[in-house]
């Protein structure tokens, strides 16, 4: 019997965690497994398994029940993000996006009416996405150009979005537009706008390197209305709107990272024991071994520096230098991780008959969305140095 009188440890799950993580990870071997290959090909996700996603309450994860969500901590979200990843790094985004980004927005900032009205479209059977980023703001957020106008009960959007996670398929979005550009950040506001807003568009899908199954697009406004009682949170706070959520958010591609990479190590542990070189499996040879080793603890590091931020966040601590640490490191694992298993397939590994290829691919996004790798070390240094 575990001691409760001790803390836990951090990969120790409560019952309902184990049993949540072992249905993910049966339906993401089960039913994503089989699209991930043509998906990857298509550039596109099958839509009945985003269905799917929202029949296994995975989109609502954290979304109380009373609104029609699970209820569930955001541990939990966590952990979905990474067994679908662990098979699918763009299914994994996709419900990472949905969970920690869009919903967490909406719970946290949203008044009672936007509570009502979004959550349970949310939780059921609305795809979001969160538009932060423009052709001239990446890094530099909050020198975002596009401009909201007050006209009588409506604001009047107008400007481009780059690079947005689940547009094409979403029906929400979070959206950040400026009130005042002469009042710098103080002038960023969050907006919830719908699809059918008038003067919305999607637009240009980009082609991608990896995670090619979660559309990435433009979005252009243009005279888009979006009534006044949409603002998300208050006008000129939409800094701290972005800076919380995107804080989360983090951890939720740490989880990404270290999916995709246990991933690729599980198929690089079968190949070496079943690949036969010099009259016996590779996997006998200690150079493959202590790769395999070194790979393992890379990742066992990673996880717990994902979970740990996990947990803190559900305990309400600190914990924004731990997710930039969380980010930062898993995706650095995750390159490091599904390079040598690419290199451990041999030639096979360079082709798209194997899965080592798509695995590297993928991991390439994780030093570069929700803020770069140099992003997050700006984070962390001054979090641990604070003056510089
Ligand atoms: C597939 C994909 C999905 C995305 N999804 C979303 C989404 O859903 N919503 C959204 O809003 N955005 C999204 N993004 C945008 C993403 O967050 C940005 O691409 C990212 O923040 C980097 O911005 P940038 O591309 O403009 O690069 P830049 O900011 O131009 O950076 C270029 C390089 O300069 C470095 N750099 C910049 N400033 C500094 C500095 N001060 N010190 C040191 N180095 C610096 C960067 O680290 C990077 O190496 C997505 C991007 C991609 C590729």
């Known amino acids: 019997m575990p001691d ?13 965690e184990q049993m949540f993580r072992e249905s993910v990870r049966e339906f993401a071997q089960a039913k994503i497994g089989p699209h991930v290959h043509s998906m990857d090909q298509a550039g596109k996700f099958e839509p009945d398994l985003l269905r799917q996603f929202f029949d296994m309450n995975l989109m609502g ?10 209820g569930c901590g955001f541990f939990m979200s ?4 990474e067994e679908l990843s662990r098979v699918d790094a763009s299914a994994g985004v996709i419900v990472d996006v949905q969970n920690t980004l869009v919903n967490n927005a909406l719970m946290r900032w949203g008044n009672d009416t936007q509570r009502s009205r979004y959550l349970p ?12 980023s423009e052709a001239g703001s990446g890094s530099d957020a909050f020198a975002l150009t596009t401009r909201a106008e007050l006209k009588g009960d409506r604001y009047i959007l107008n400007g481009q979005k780059l690079w947005i996670t689940n547009a094409a398929e979403a029906d929400l979005f979070i959206l950040f537009a400026t009130v005042d550009p002469a009042l710098g950040y103080k002038g960023i506001t969050a907006f919830i706008v719908e699809k059918s ?29 979006v009534p006044r009682e949409n603002i998300l949170g208050e006008v000129g706070k939409g800094y701290k709107v972005s800076i919380e959520t995107l804080n989360e958010g983090r951890i939720g ?25 010099f009259g016996q499996p590779i996997a006998r040879f200690q150079a493959i071994q202590f790769q395999i080793a070194e790979l393992a603890t890379q990742l066992e590091a990673a996880r717990l520096l994902v979970y740990n931020a996990a947990r803190l966040k559900d305990a309400r601590l600190p914990f924004v230098k731990e997710a930039a640490m969380t980010k930062y490191f898993s995706s650095q694992v995750a390159e490091k991780v599904t390079s040598q298993v690419l290199e451990i397939f041999g030639g096979y590994g360079y082709t ?7 695995y590297f691919r993928d991991s390439k996004i994780g030093k570069i969305y929700e803020g770069t790798s140099f992003m997050q070390l700006q984070t962390i240094a001054k979090l641990v140095m604070g003056d510089r």
């Open 4 to 16: 409760l009188s001790m803390p836990a440890p951090l990969t120790q799950f409560s019952e309902e």
């Open 253 to 277: 591609i740490g989880a990404q990272m270290v999916g995709l990479a246990s991933g690729a190590l599980e198929s690089g542990i079968q190949y070496a024991k079943g690949r036969e070189q």
């Open 61 to 70: 994860i954290e979304i109380p029940e009373a609104y029609g969500g699970a």
């Open 78 to 81: 966590i952990l979905a993000v």
């Open 121 to 132: 479209q949310m939780a059921s059977g609305t795809l979001g996405a969160y538009a932060l």
């Open 197 to 225: 807003f008038p003067g919305f568009q999607v637009g240009k899908k980009e082609d991608k390197l990896g995670i090619r199954a979660s559309s990435t697009c433009e979005l252009v406004l243009e005279n888009c209305e």
């Open 352 to 358: 798209k008959d194997y899965p080592a290829e798509k």
